[in-house]
């Protein structure tokens, strides 16, 4: 039959590996199976002109995964979780081991439907930061070189908890180093367990506390003005913080936000 807007494929269905070569991909010997990652839309669409392959994600099952690879958190590598046969198994896709699948050769094959997609959100934040992630002035960075490191720290220990870190910043410019930058900084932790918010609130304050010290390590490519560092629930954090802010992106932090919102 040809490609058909009723197929059963759709973004994280499941290839397995008995019909890789039946689609036409080699044999990869550290793959279990391939994830789907093309969007839906683009998938159903039978005009073959337009639309002509799926795209897939070669992905390997773990015996236990990382936490500091579970919600996004690293725009590289994806632990992501799924039901098969009733129990929950955690895949393994890393971003660069990604392949075509002509849809003429596809059509034959059913998705493996012992696997069922638990979040699919985290899916397509995930694929979505990878080419969107902030590029912030380079003499910002440079200033906020050990910040940065300091931040990625505490957000990777304290993974389960912080959803992100936020900031704005003001001039949008690059700048001198005379010239200083002004700061603002949102610590947003998931209100699932209520110990986050003291953990979110500690990372506040010593980052605070710290900040001076960490600037003093990077202090001959200029200066910038902490104004304001603080702990929010991603309950109080809104939209508007959203639009004024833009996500710190280090590998370790979360897009774990129900409903997603947008990705910088």
């Excluded at 034959?108 to 992630?133: C, E, F, G, K, N």
């Excluded at 700048?175 to 603002?184: D, F, M, N, T």
């Amino acid at each position: 039959m040809p490609w058909s807007r009723n197929t059963i494929w759709q973004q994280g269905g499941v290839l397995a590996q008995k019909d890789f070569q039946a689609v036409g991909l080699t044999d990869e010997p550290e793959a279990d199976l391939a994830i789907a990652i093309s969007h839906d839309c683009d998938i159903a669409n039978d005009n073959l002109d337009t639309e002509p392959a799926v795209e897939f994600i070669f992905s390997r099952i773990l015996e236990e995964h990382n936490g500091n690879y579970t919600h996004g958190k690293n725009p590289r590598i994806l632990h992501l979780d799924y039901i098969h046969n009733g129990q929950t198994v955690w895949i393994e896709l890393i971003a660069s081991r990604r392949v075509i699948v002509q849809k003429n050769s596809l059509e034959a094959i059913q998705p493996d439907q012992t696997y069922s997609l638990i979040t699919r959100q985290t899916l397509q934040s995930w694929l979505a930061v990878r080419y969107r992630r902030i590029a912030l002035p380079n003499s910002l960075v440079e200033r906020l070189r050990s910040v940065s490191t300091y931040i990625e720290k505490e957000g990777k220990r304290n993974s389960s908890g912080i959803l992100s870190f936020r900031l704005s910043y003001a001039p949008q410019d690059e700048l001198l180093p005379e010239e200083p930058y002004e700061l603002w900084l949102s610590i947003v932790y998931v209100t699932d367990k209520a110990e986050y918010a003291t953990v979110a609130a500690n990372i506040a304050q010593n980052l605070k506390t710290e900040f001076p010290n960490l600037l003093e390590k990077t202090k001959d490519n200029g200066t910038v003005d902490l104004r304001k560092c603080e702990a929010v629930s991603e309950i109080e954090f809104t939209l508007r913080d959203m639009r004024d802010t833009v996500e710190y992106n280090l590998e370790h932090l979360s897009y774990r936000t129900e409903p997603s919102g947008p990705v910088i």
